[in-house]
Nanobody
Framework: QVQLVESGGGLVQPGGSLRLSCAAS????????VAWFRQAPEKERERVSC??????????YYGDSVKGRFTISRDDAQTTVYLQMNSLKPEDSGVYYC???????????????????WGQGTQVTVSS
């Protein structure tokens, strides 16, 4: 059974950091691109970062709002994808989801409807 499980969310003050994890089971994560989406109340879900499979050279993508602050990576065992979030801002708040498309490279899946596996989400709240 394919499963994605996110963890690492929480409450953090502006300027702080969090590291989100997305653990996969039931399939070989390294065969596919993996993305992080976030959804804030009354806003559309947006893709904030993506990492291609290793034979897609692990190319990474970042949304303009998070460039220079967020870093996506995979662990050596290729079973977990991380999102390191630094210099957090209140506008980074929302539910963060990891998602997997049926593709190896991020450029082929920029919209949420192109992703067929989703985790349950983890809440990130940036507030003083």
């Amino acid at each position: 059974q394919v499963q994605l499980v996110e963890s690492g969310g929480g409450l953090v003050q502006p300027g702080g950091s969090l590291r989100l994890s997305c653990a996969a089971s039931g399939f070989t994560l390294d065969y596919y691109a993996v993305a992080w989406f976030r959804q804030a109340p009354e806003k559309e879900r947006e893709r904030v970062s993506c990492i291609s499979s290793s034979d897609g050279h692990g190319a990474t993508y970042y949304g303009d709002s998070v460039k220079g602050r967020f870093t996506i990576s995979r662990d050596d065992a290729q079973t977990t994808v991380y999102l390191q979030m630094n210099s957090l801002k209140p506008e980074d708040s929302g539910v963060y989801y990891c998602a997997v498309p049926p593709f190896r490279i991020c450029e082929l899946a920029s919209r949420d409807y192109e992703y067929n596996y989703w985790g349950q989400g983890t809440q990130v709240t940036v507030s003083s």
